[in-house]
């Protein structure tokens, strides 16, 4: 599965080769020409239609990166993107894309303080241990500052419908984006699929696809927050897992385009696709970089739900992706039949 | 037959208009100003463009309001039928409450806030809009999610004052039309912009730019006076003119340009108040579009911005719009 | 060339963030011989330029128009010899007058991050019709009770005193006129040099170090030296806007970064041992790669700094300009940041100029193509 290997592949801001290489192999035999730019954006192109629309999704995960090296052979981390600091003692994470095993270790519970044991463990004292024995050895490995550091999480099925992954947000974007470029053509339009890169850290990549593409509309792919779980009030759980891909209402970065969203709903409508909408403003995702390039470009966010986003695993529901899917896809339906212009 | 700056003001003040959804104040705008100008049309991000020729090949001058007001945007709806929201732009809850609003919809409401013993408990977590419906089936044949309101009042004058909600920037907006209506025969090419997101952001300014491509631009905003009891520490006050901004929360006045502003108004005796101040508007993402725009913002005094009873002075408003025509009126070169 | 008067020249120039003209004609008149070309810009940066070989650029072309499809493209044209461009900020933080009280007492605010536990019993320098010394005052010690004496005032409660009567000083300054420290430029031990303002005037004497050895270097690329107005506040105008206009191909910031102190071990770098290349998003990894290559054959030792985000420099904004930059960060370790005692090391400046010419001399059409080949 394509979510699998995607969400398996790592890539934090600024270091995206893998999954970048991973979705040039995959998506060649469907589109008519791909390419890279200044930032590592992978752009591809299928079709040649008189309207330009362009699906965004981002290829870089949140995770972390050496910071600095002790002499006693253990790693100082930086963050790379928003985290959140209670995930990370006792995690097992790779080192660098050749995924050499490390672990974040925590002091004994045995040795801690009352006080200690009460507190979450602030991110500066956390470190990722190697068994190395010094900094010397650290090196050999070709570890240096800047190396990324990833959770080692390794996609399953937890049922047929949900599966548990890392990097859901975007590699679910990611696969819906795919999905959408290899199961359908659609001549009326030239479809642009921008696979960007450092969302995490500014909505970046997004900004320069978008100025460089200049198309007639667009829409960006993410994952978002779930909290349909216990203990959550109906209100506050942002996305429910389950109920279908989620149609943004306004975030921090972007309110939706008008028409572009309510064409959304109306599509969804009237193919009886579940859909329901992402019910917080924090948060921003690449439309925000998106609609402000040259004189405005009319863009709207569709989201997969996954509960537990930005920590090691998360969790979503393929029929919600799918759901995506199929929404984005009657989307350009309507665009290519002209009965919607942006 | 022009339109007085006080009728248009009442005019424009009565559309809704919250950030995002601009477009029935685009289109009063756009008819406002249409028999004044060349061409008008709207960009891909919703600003309006409107554009009167020049007959001197001479600068291309940029002048621009935010035409969106504040708002709230419903996020969630209860069983029971009352509307949970989020603030669109800078509305605070303690201004909120106790107002009566207007969906996109058309339908009306009030927003109300659990009770409280604390006034720090407030927030919009608390705060709900009811519009009368008992089940949220009921509501929602009449509100959607993602449907935005805004709080409703009537424009009152009061003397040389005006007060009521959305003056920030309806008020800008209205000097441009007035500037637009009085604006004879000009050697450079005006362009005058109504920015879409001016609360929030601001974001249209820097899209608008980059289409027009100005020599220079004015932008004209409302700015917190500082002549009431804890105010915030700014040396303007209402009824003493317009007020030349030399910096904000993140935009640094072109001295080029403040020089500019501060020499016309000078020759003509138009009285010009200095502003250095926190908040922020268009001027920030304006200047830095393509080449760098040389920018000015010509604020208009305001007491009680983001409540229901905003309020501007008259002749302010009428300082700003004549310290605008003289300048276009002039060669706009800077030293 | 004695670097060591220009920087001191640079350091006396006044240029809060938006009042840089002084700064932006030293270079206009100093760095004259050294470029082709030079001129201001809308918002008064410094755009310098040094052709490459060969090429005709002139800076009245500026803006450069777009390119026809987007850079990597196949197909896409590049039209001329590469460009690289490197950005030193010439604004510096500040304050800047905002009331005249009675008695001739003036109120301030700060322009960009001023350290504000400084500020108090500062003496500093008003530029108004001419430069006006001044302490900043605020109540002597026996009025304050003990609890005010532990916080930092905030900066609306301080004012600076500058000794004259009401009449003059509303005769000599204006509201918005720059307030900015005292300072003594300084030759310390071991070519180390302490003033205000080497954040940012070392780098921009190391972009002169870089002018300098060019003119012994062949280069095909044409070369930007570029004077950015408004980095320390105001959201990067300079940066996005000469970047919009020269449309490089390569944009390095040289800025600070910490030298390390007592107290200031992390995320901080030795004094004397070499500029920073920067490492992480906002550093296109092939062009720090490049970058490293190039120190390494020079034999110019540095430290691999590590920016998890934006790297809080010019090159922030210019990685995103128009269809894309391929950034990187050139840094010079520095103590003492935002204080009027910064100091840096002469070898370091020496060597970030160094390493910036033979950086230019080795951007070629091959390296430029590589730099979006993903």
Same mark, same amino acid.
Do not use: R, S
């Given at each position: 599965m394509l979510l699998e290997r995607l969400s398996n592949a790592c890539g934090i801001s600024g270091l995206e080769h893998e999954v970048r290489d991973l979705l040039r192999q995959e998506l060649a035999p469907y589109v008519d020409e791909m390419w890279t730019d200044a930032i590592g954006n992978l752009i591809v192109r299928k079709g040649n239609g008189p309207v330009k629309v362009m699906l965004d999704a981002h290829t870089d995960e949140v995770g972390y990166c050496v910071g600095s090296i002790t002499e006693d052979g253990y790693l100082r981390l930086k963050k790379i993107g928003g985290l959140d600091d209670r995930v990370l003692p006792g995690r097992q994470v790779w080192v660098t894309n050749q995924r050499i095993p490390a672990v974040l270790g925590a002091k004994a519970w045995h040795l801690c303080s009352a006080d200690e044991r009460g507190k979450v463990i602030p991110f500066d004292q956390m470190y990722a241990d190697l068994g190395c024995k010094d900094r010397a050895e650290v090196e050999e490995l070709g570890i240096e500052p800047g190396s990324p550091v990833y959770f080692a999480t390794t996609f399953e099925h937890f049922s047929d419908k949900v599966v548990k992954g890392k990097a859901f947000d975007d590699r679910a974007g990611c696969a819906v984006l795919a999905e959408v470029l290899m199961k359908h053509?659609?001549?009326?339009i030239t479809l642009y699929g921008a696979f960007v890169t450092q969302e995490e850290v500014g909505l970046r990549g997004a900004r320069i696809a978008a100025y460089n593409l200049n198309p007639d509309v667009a829409i960006a792919l993410e994952g978002t927050g779930s909290a349909n779980v216990a203990g959550v009030d109906p209100f506050d759980t942002i996305t429910n897992m389950g109920e279908g891909p989620a149609i943004s209402l306004m975030d921090n970065s972007a309110i939706p385009n008008l028409r572009v969203w309510e064409e959304l709903v109306r599509v969804a409508k009237a193919n009886n696709i579940k859909y329901q909408h992402r019910r917080i403003v924090g948060g921003g995702t690449d439309s925000g970089g998106i609609s402000l390039q040259r004189s405005g470009i009319p863009v709207c966010t569709v989201s997969t739900p996954c509960r537990y986003i930005h920590t090691h695993a998360a969790l979503l529901n393929l029929d919600d992706l799918y759901g995506a899917v199929n929404l984005v896809h009657h989307f350009l339906l309507s665009v290519e039949k002209g009965d919607f212009r942006p | 037959m022009k339109t007085s700056m006080l009728e248009q003001l009442h005019q424009l003040t009565a559309v809704w208009g919250p950030a995002g959804r601009e477009q029935k104040i685009a289109r009063t705008l756009g008819e406002a100003i249409e028999p004044f100008v060349d061409e008008v049309r709207t960009d891909g991000f919703g600003n309006l463009v409107a554009i009167k020729r020049g007959t001197g090949g001479s600068k291309r001058v940029m002048l621009t309001a935010h035409m969106d007001t504040i708002g709230a945007i419903a996020m969630n709806i209860s069983d029971k039928g009352l509307i949970h929201l989020e603030p669109v732009g800078g509305l605070k809850a303690w201004n909120a409450m106790g107002q009566r609003v207007v969906w996109g919809s058309g339908a009306v409401g009030v927003l109300q806030h659990e009770s @409280? *013993? *604390?006034?720090?408990? @407030?927030s919009f977590k608390k705060l709900w809009c009811d519009i009368g419906a008992t089940s949220r089936e009921e509501a929602l044949e009449n509100i959607r999610l993602g449907e935005m309101c805004t709080v409703v009042g009537e424009l009152q004058q009061m003397g040389d004052f005006v007060t009521g909600p959305g003056l920030d920037d309806r008020a800008g907006c209205a000097v441009l039309l007035e500037v637009a209506g009085h604006l004879e025969a000009c050697a450079h090419e005006v362009c005058f912009v109504f920015t879409s997101q001016g609360e929030t952001g601001p974001r249209g300014g820097g899209t608008a730019a980059f289409g027009v491509n100005p020599d220079m631009a004015f932008v004209v905003d409302v700015a917190a006076a500082g002549d009431v009891p804890r105010a915030p520490r700014v040396d303007v006050k209402l009824g003493k003119g317009p007020a030349i901004k030399l910096k904000d929360g993140n935009y640094m006045g072109h001295v080029g340009m403040i020089d500019l502003v501060r020499r016309v108004a000078e020759e003509h005796a138009i009285p010009l108040q200095t502003e250095i101040a926190a908040g922020s508007n268009d001027a920030q993402v304006v200047s830095v579009a393509g080449q760098g725009v040389p920018t000015a913002v010509i604020d208009i005094p305001a007491r009680y911005r983001g409540t229901a009873a905003e309020m501007v002075s008259l002749p302010d408003m009428h300082g700003a719009a004549d310290l605008l025509l003289k300048l276009l009126g002039s060669d706009l070169d800077m030293e | 060339m004695d670097l060591a008067k220009h920087l001191a020249d640079l350091v006396r120039a006044s240029s809060i963030t938006g009042r840089e003209r002084a700064v932006a004609n030293v270079l206009l008149q100093e760095w004259a011989p050294l470029v082709d070309e030079a001129k201001l810009d809308r918002l008064g940066s410094y755009i310098g330029l040094k052709r490459g070989e060969g090429s005709a650029a002139e800076l009245r072309s500026l803006p450069y128009p777009g390119p026809e499809t987007s850079p990597g493209r196949p197909g896409a044209r590049h039209s001329g010899p590469p460009k690289i461009m490197a950005a030193a900020h010439i604004d510096s933080i500040g304050g800047m007058v905002t009331a005249i009280e009675p008695g001739g007492f003036l109120r301030f605010t700060t322009v960009g991050g001023v350290d504000r536990r400084l500020l108090m019993a500062q003496e500093v320098e008003v530029h108004g019709k001419r430069l006006i010394p001044g302490l900043v005052g605020s109540k002597p010690p026996h009025v304050t009770t003990p609890e005010e004496r532990n916080k930092q005032m905030p900066v609306e409660d301080l004012y600076i005193d500058t000794g004259l009567t009401e009449a003059e000083v509303r005769d000599l300054v204006a509201l918005g006129d720059p307030v900015l420290p005292r300072y003594e430029f300084r030759e310390m031990k071991n070519g180390r040099y302490s003033s205000r303002y080497m954040d940012n005037r070392a780098s921009v004497a190391a972009l002169r170090v870089a002018l300098e050895e060019l003119k012994h270097l062949r280069h095909t690329a044409d070369f930007y030296a570029v004077g950015t107005v408004g980095e320390e506040f105001g959201g990067l105008p300079g940066a996005v806007t000469t970047t919009f206009a020269i449309k490089p191909d390569i944009g390095i910031a040289v800025d600070v970064t910490f030298a390390k102190h007592p107290n200031s071990e992390a995320d901080s770098f030795p004094l004397g041992e070499g500029p920073t290349i920067g490492v992480g998003p906002n550093c296109s990894p092939k062009l720090a790669k490049v970058m490293r290559k190039v120190a390494e054959d020079l034999g110019i030792h540095y430290s691999l700094e590590v920016m998890p985000g934006s790297s809080g420099t010019d090159a922030w904004g210019m990685q995103i300009v128009r269809g894309g930059v391929a950034t990187g960060v050139l840094s010079i370790p520095l103590r003492y940041m935002h204080t009027p005692v910064e100091t840096v090391d002469m070898a370091d400046i020496k060597a970030a100029g160094r390493l910036l010419a033979h950086l230019v001399a080795r951007v070629d059409a091959a390296l430029v193509e590589d730099m979006t080949c993903y």
């Open positions: 053509n659609y001549p009326g | @409280i *013993d *604390d006034g720090k408990e @407030i | -």
